[in-house]
């Protein structure tokens, strides 16, 4: 069974710096993309950056592509977001994310449990 546990999340100033991680288990990490979501209070839940299984292709929603660095380090199946200039509208629970194929199950998207970053004016 595969497990995504989040960390790194806090409360930082507007301007601020925050790295998040996302520990992967129960499965070859090297195998798959992996993604970062957040969901703000009361909205929908929202794409923010996406890696290939190999890491050199990174991918961002445009709001933090100039702001927003996502890796990933296959020996520690982690996978990273550095996030740099935090804005106030970047406080939401982040979630780590992985979809995984299987012949018998089809397509099954997994979630962490979430982190919480707030940033503050």
């Known amino acids: 069974q595969v497990q995504l546990v989040e960390s790194g999340g806090g409360s930082v100033q507007a301007g601020g710096s925050l790295r998040l991680s996302c520990a992967f288990s129960g499965d070859t990490f090297s195998d798959y993309a992996m993604g970062w979501f957040r969901q703000a209070p009361g909205k929908e839940r929202k794409f923010v950056a996406a890696i290939s299984p190999g890491g050199n292709s990174p991918y961002y929603t445009d709001s933090v592509k100039t702001r927003f660095i996502i890796s990933r380090d296959n020996a520690k199946n982690t996978v990273y977001l550095e996030m740099t200039n935090l804005k106030v509208e970047d406080t939401a629970v982040y979630y780590c994310?992985?979809?995984?194929?299987?012949?018998?199950?089809?397509?099954?998207?997994?979630w962490g449990q979430g982190t919480q970053v707030t940033v503050s004016s």
């Open positions: 994310n992985v979809n995984i194929d299987s012949f018998f199950q089809g397509i099954t998207s997994y």
